[in-house]
């Protein structure tokens, strides 16, 4: 089906025009010998099918020819490809970069696919046949890439009962009643995809790793674990797995998991070593510890530097690292308590350890203080801890923001992350290149985020939602790409080369996170949604729990005071730039107004709308901007296939009554405690 294929779609028939000069040299590929790491045998396999896909002609593969062709392969591997290449280019290019070149050489006329690595050149196919599908490519063709963050991965929350935690997409594609599915077609047209956006890692399991998971660093599953880590090596991506602290005592064989215990430390070591003899380039540990129950190194008196460490000491022989999450806080808070600010968890707990981790320790961390909001400020901690390793933690999948029901296209929300400038080292020092390692010299850092896949035919549960995977993938490899391009490139990718279809449906993406935002919790405050499960509102479905997520409204006012001079103090984690940005109502963005600030009703925004009529309109606005979407899906019929048209228009039927509820609910709740009326009196009571 054309929603399995993703972007990555079979007869794709491109314009002809743009691809004409570009023709002649499609009919023949030159191979090069190579060491044979599998990567290679996978490039040209890729090339050879996509160009088929495109032409409708299997290209000729050979040693040697004339005329036009491409070529491929790793610097050195041929004289071809080292006379295209300029001196000092191959180091340039480090391990992951490619360059796509036209070389006229009289009788040879030809164009270079060519890495310093097999991963390179993979890179390169996927990136070629990308211009080649969206009109990039001219004959004149010059291309060098290099990969912006060196760890791009993505993180699953899967179980092995097959469930996804939050996951909105049918099941796992890794698992199913205990079992992997290691010979899964599935798996391997998953690295494919992820492959083609530049994805460099994987962890396959649920960070909450329960019983059967905590088995997967065991006999019982490795060999099985090893197979799935091949078929993602032959793409490029290194496995990861999460693991359970407690594991040692779960597994039945020790009494303790106490990081400073020599038997526990032993115990990791022979595991990390049973783990490398199944899989040699084994990635590393992913872990969530002393976070909403899991078990860490809290219960013996130890900090998270001595948990991270034991476990780094143990992977650092093979070279593997560990991802420790810093998604700690007390999810056991009495709401009377208004000294607690889960916001200010992460950072209280890690800033104070900064040099005492290991340098194969990298701290992973949420892009936000709290869980992935709509709207939420960027996490202090980041760029905060000098000595210590970093990496950000997106998430894909759409937890909070409408589960793959409702559209909402993520990117802008990240690169609004990313260019975040955090003024850690002075102007300049943006969460971009933070997470490249550029402002603090870490040795190991990048992007890592919560896919949002599951065995749904098409993936991603609604068509749409695949453009946030493409998208971070994209992203990820080059953070200045624009949203807008990297929505357009995917829609003329997936849905084929109708511009004008294209455009309408990058018009749709791009104003979907905006919507989004408007018919649900406004101006930052986050949550009112319904608890466990975070779809749809439940306004105070969290107000008197012990999750640490408030609102605060009562008949004057809302929001959570987050200042240093009369609230919890949070403002003050940042830069002093921004702390008094955050810290000052008259300086504080108004879209995170309630994340900082406690305000009357009455309270102006910079817009010059009181807080209550900025509730009101925005919910009516999203609405009908969700009404204004749905008229120009409606537009593309016909000019899309009827299967996706279809089905993308029932998913809009459904964000539709959720806008809608979302209103009502929200608008008729704070029209009671204000008791301010609505100045267009539309809000009923
Ligand atoms: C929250 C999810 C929960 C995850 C947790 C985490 O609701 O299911 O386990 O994050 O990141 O967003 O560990």
Same mark, same amino acid.
């Given at each position: ?14 314009? /002809? ?92 006329? &030809? ?10 050149? #993979? ?12 009109? +990039? ?18 993180? /699953? ?5 097959g469930s996804v935690e939050r996951g909105y997409a049918g ?7 205990? =079992? ?7 798996? !391997? ?26 088995? #997967?660093?065991? $006999? ?17 991506? !290194? ?44 990635? +590393? ?46 999810? /056991? ?44 400020? =960027? ?29 909402? &296209? ?69 953070? $200045? ?47 009112? =949604? !319904?608890? /466990? ?26 929001? =959570? ?13 940042? $830069?002093? *730039?921004?702390?008094?940005? &955050? ?33 009101y309109d925005t919910h009516f606005e999203g609405v009908e ?17 009827? $299967?996706?048209? !279809? ?11 959720? *806008? ?13 405690k204000s008791a301010i009326p609505d100045e267009k009196n539309?809000?009923?009571?």
């Amino acid at each position: 089906s054309k929603g399995y294929q993703a972007w990555l779609q079979n007869g794709f028939e491109p314009d /002809h025009a743009a691809m004409g000069p570009i023709h002649d040299f499609l009919q023949q590929i030159i191979t090069t010998a190579q060491a044979g790491s599998g990567i290679y045998q996978t490039a040209v396999q890729e090339l050879v099918d996509g160009i088929r896909s495109i032409t409708g002609q299997k290209p000729v593969c050979m040693e040697s020819g004339s005329g036009r062709y491409l070529t491929l392969g790793t610097i050195g591997s041929s004289s071809f490809i080292d006379q295209s290449i300029e001196a000092g280019e191959a180091e340039r290019l480090g391990d992951e970069g490619f360059v796509i070149r036209k070389v006229d050489r009289g009788e040879h006329v &030809y164009i270079v696919l060519a890495g310093k690595t097999e991963k390179g050149l #993979l890179y390169a196919v996927f990136h070629f046949l990308r211009l080649l599908k969206t009109g +990039g490519l001219t004959d004149q063709v010059d291309v060098t890439e290099v990969p912006k963050y060196r760890l791009r991965m993505v993180n /699953h929350w899967d179980n092995m009962d097959g469930s996804v935690e939050r996951g909105y997409a049918g099941q796992s594609i890794f698992y199913r009643n205990d =079992v992997l599915l290691s010979r899964s077609a599935r798996v !391997r047209d998953y690295a494919r995809l992820l492959a083609s956006v530049g994805i460099n890692g994987i962890a396959i399991n649920n960070v909450n790793v329960h019983r059967h998971e905590t088995r #997967l660093i065991t $006999e019982v599953y490795l060999p099985d674990v090893a197979r799935i880590a091949d078929i993602f090596r032959n793409y490029g991506i !290194r496995l990861y797995l999460s693991v359970n602290f407690a594991a040692p005592i779960e597994l039945g064989d020790l009494r303790t998991a106490d990081p400073l215990d020599a038997d526990v430390q032993k115990w990791w070591k022979e595991k990390a070593a049973d783990v490398y003899c199944y899989v040699p380039d084994f990635g +590393g540990f992913l872990v969530k510890a002393d976070s909403e129950n899991r078990p860490g190194p809290f219960t013996y008196g130890r900090d998270h530097a001595d948990g991270a460490n034991m476990l780094a000491e143990a992977l650092k022989p093979y070279g593997g690292i560990v991802l420790w999450r810093c998604f700690v806080y007390n999810c /056991h808070q009495d709401w009377r308590d208004r000294t607690t600010d889960r916001a200010r968890a992460a950072y209280d707990h890690f800033k104070p350890l900064d040099g005492r981790f290991l340098d194969n320790v990298v701290l992973q961390i949420k892009n936000g203080p709290m869980d992935f909001q709509v709207r939420e400020p =960027v996490s202090p901690l980041i760029g905060a801890m000098e000595k210590t390793n970093q990496i950000v933690e997106f998430q894909i999948t759409q937890e909070y923001t409408g589960q793959q029901k409702d559209v909402c &296209y993520l990117i802008p929300q990240w690169k609004e992350v990313l260019d975040f400038d955090t003024r850690i080292k002075g102007e300049g020092s943006t969460v971009k290149e933070i997470a490249a390692g550029l402002v603090h010299p870490y040795v190991h850092s990048g992007i890592t985020a919560v896919s949002n896949i599951g065995d749904d035919l098409n993936w991603t549960g609604h068509h749409l939602a695949q453009a946030n995977l493409y998208g971070y993938g994209r992203l990820i490899w080059n953070p $200045e790409l624009s949203s807008e391009l990297i929505a357009k490139e995917w829609a003329l990718l997936t849905f084929g080369p109708n511009k004008a279809a294209a455009d309408t449906i990058a018009d749709i993406l791009m104003a979907s996170w905006p919507i989004y935002e408007k018919y649900t919790s406004p101006l930052g405050v986050g949550w009112m =949604v !319904r608890p /466990h499960y975070h779809y749809g509102p439940d306004i105070d479905g969290y107000e008197y729990s012990k999750w640490g997520t408030y609102h605060f409204a009562d008949c004057h006012g809302i929001g =959570v005071d987050r200042t240093q001079s009369t609230g919890t103090g949070y403002s003050a984690q940042y $830069e002093k *730039a921004n702390s008094e940005l &955050y810290e000052n109502l008259e300086t504080c963005p108004d879209e995170l107004l309630l994340f900082f600030h406690h305000v009357p009703y009455t309270h102006r925004l910079k817009s010059g709308k009181t807080v209550i009529q900025h509730i009101y309109d925005t919910h009516f606005e999203g609405v009908e901007q969700v009404e204004q979407v749905i008229s120009r899906w409606r537009g593309l019929e016909g000019d899309i296939d009827a $299967e996706r048209y !279809r089905h993308v228009c029932g998913r809009l039927e459904a964000q539709l009554e959720n *806008a809608k509820e979302w209103r009502d609910v929200i608008n008729t709740y704070f029209y009671r405690k204000s008791a301010i009326p609505d100045e267009k009196n539309r809000v009923i009571y």
